[in-house]
Structure formats: C-alpha cells, structure tokens
C-alpha cells in the first residue's frame, strides 16, 4: 500500500508518498510526471515517522537552512535512473551540475567513453523526490536553467534561495 499526505510550502503544495516506511515520492501539485509514479490504490495518512521526518526536512530547508540529514527513502526505477538519483544527491547545497557533468561520472563508472546527457536528462526529469533529491541543481552546459518538472519559475526560485540565482 502507498500513502500520501500533503506539504505546503511557500512555492505551493507538495504532495509526499510512502511505501509505509521510506518516502517514495516527493511532487510539487501539478508537477509532471508524479501522477504516472503515484499508486492509483494509495490512502491519506499523516502520521507516518517517514513523513514526521521529510516534514521536519521541508520546515528547515524553507527556512533557509541546510538540513542535516536525509529522509529514509528509496529511489524507484530502473538501475540508471536510481543512479542518476545517487548522484543528484552528492550535490550540495548552494552548488550545481551539469547534466553533462552527471553523465561523466556514470560513464566512467561503467567503463564508457562518454554517455548522453539527453539520457541523464531524462532520469532527472523524471526525479521521483524532489528537493530533497536536487534535481533544481541541475543545470544546462552553459549553466542555463532548463528541465525541472516543477516549472523553471520554481527551479529559479528554489536555487535563488540557495543564493545561486541574484535577483536582476
């Protein structure tokens, strides 16, 4: 069974998923993608340790801070698309990667030359936990903001208040 419960936030509400134990799912309402991600048998709880958790995340990171920590979850998809969420979440606050960038550090783990950063596009489009897996790091070749499933006025939000992005 998957359960829900819902966040909100100053950059509107957040919708977070649960196998009971990890998070599996953290979306911004009307976000691409979570709907396809999301059990259509799923319930409404609130009162789930993993939620208590990714809650007390949100509070923190929203007030301006690093959180310190990190929610149990569990990445789901394929092998490629888990690994491209292992990476996301080396990057650190305050700081981006190319997609590019990404796709170097997994073609040289398997051995390759080079790797589609089309490929690792896809992967971070398709992020299953928001914001705490920082797919809004994640930046275009010439550092271009480009592909949060959230929208890029929430993706420019989102790294302004990490104090990437100055206000002009």
């Not at 340790?49 to 990445?75: C, H, K, M, N």
């Not at 073609?107 to 950063?117: F, K, T, Y």
Request: proline share 4%; net charge negative.
């Amino acid at each position: 069974m998957e359960y829900i419960t819902h966040y909100h936030s100053r950059l509107g509400g957040i919708t977070l998923a649960s196998d009971g134990t990890l998070l599996t799912g953290l979306w911004f309402e009307g976000q691409k993608y979570y709907e396809s991600i999301l059990d259509p048998e799923h319930e409404e709880r609130h009162d789930l340790a993993v939620f208590d958790a990714t809650r007390q995340w949100l509070d923190i990171y929203f007030s301006g801070l690093v959180p310190q920590f990190v929610p149990p979850l569990e990445i789901r998809g394929s092998a490629f698309r888990r690994r491209v969420g292992e990476v996301m979440l080396t990057i650190p606050y305050g700081q981006t990667m190319t997609y590019g960038d990404i796709a170097r550090i997994i073609a040289q783990e398997r051995g390759m030359a080079s790797m589609s950063a089309q490929a690792v596009g896809g992967a971070v489009g398709h992020n299953p936990i928001s914001l705490i897996i920082p797919c809004h790091r994640v930046v275009g070749a010439n550092g271009a903001l480009v592909g949060y499933a959230g929208g890029i006025e929430r993706k420019a939000e989102l790294l302004r208040m990490e104090r990437l992005v100055r206000n002009t």
